[in-house]
């Protein structure tokens, strides 16, 4: 039995789950609406304020989607209670990042500043050298942080770019001179 998926899910208070045909999940809860079509042969049950999943037979596919299933249907509720957050930061002389409406301006040593719009459901916040991109789609949230980090990457020699706080860079030694 897979150990991911036959853990429970707990349903918190305010938060409503709905299970139409073909698996079709609908998830409402504090900080808004979440729906998901899942694999159609897991069997999602609702019982005593927690969410089951369980699966049809014990071929190797089946197995694979019923943690996957359950990890998802997690993802759904803890995004409509608490939300999902990725923090970025800028490192370098003259990188910069500013907000303005929608919009995230990004300076990072490029002829010309590179704009991105917020995705639907994604709010991003500029707090000095840090981005915060917040929302209730871990997906989309996870998504939108690799674009933003994806247009500097952060270079092993001097470590500048636009790196997760989490993230460690491993750094390299640079040229040496020339001995005579």
Do not use: C, W
């Not at 943690?67 to 993802?75: K, Q």
């Not at 929302?135 to 996870?142: A, L, M, N, Q, T």
Request: net charge positive.
């Amino acid at each position: 039995m897979s150990r991911v998926g036959k853990m429970p899910i707990a349903i918190p208070a305010g938060v409503t789950v709905e299970v139409a045909e073909n698996n079709t999940v609908t998830v409402k809860g504090p900080k808004g609406t979440l729906t998901r079509t899942l694999p159609a042969d897991m069997k999602i049950s609702e019982e005593n304020g927690e969410l089951k999943v369980e699966r049809p037979n014990d071929q190797k596919r089946e197995r694979s989607m019923h943690g996957l299933t359950r990890a998802l249907l997690n993802n759904m509720v803890v995004g409509v209670t608490d939300g999902f957050t990725k923090e970025l930061e800028v490192n370098g002389v003259g990188y910069r990042a500013a907000k303005a409406g929608k919009k995230l301006t990004l300076s990072l040593g490029y002829s010309h500043p590179i704009e991105m719009e917020d995705p639907e459901g994604v709010e991003t916040v500029v707090d000095g050298n840090k981005i915060i991109v917040k929302g209730i789609d871990k997906e989309v949230v996870g998504q939108f942080a690799a674009e933003i980090r994806e247009k500097r990457k952060p270079e092993p020699y001097k470590g500048k770019g636009i790196k997760y706080v989490e993230e460690r860079i491993r750094r390299k030694v640079g040229k040496t001179g020339k001995k005579a």
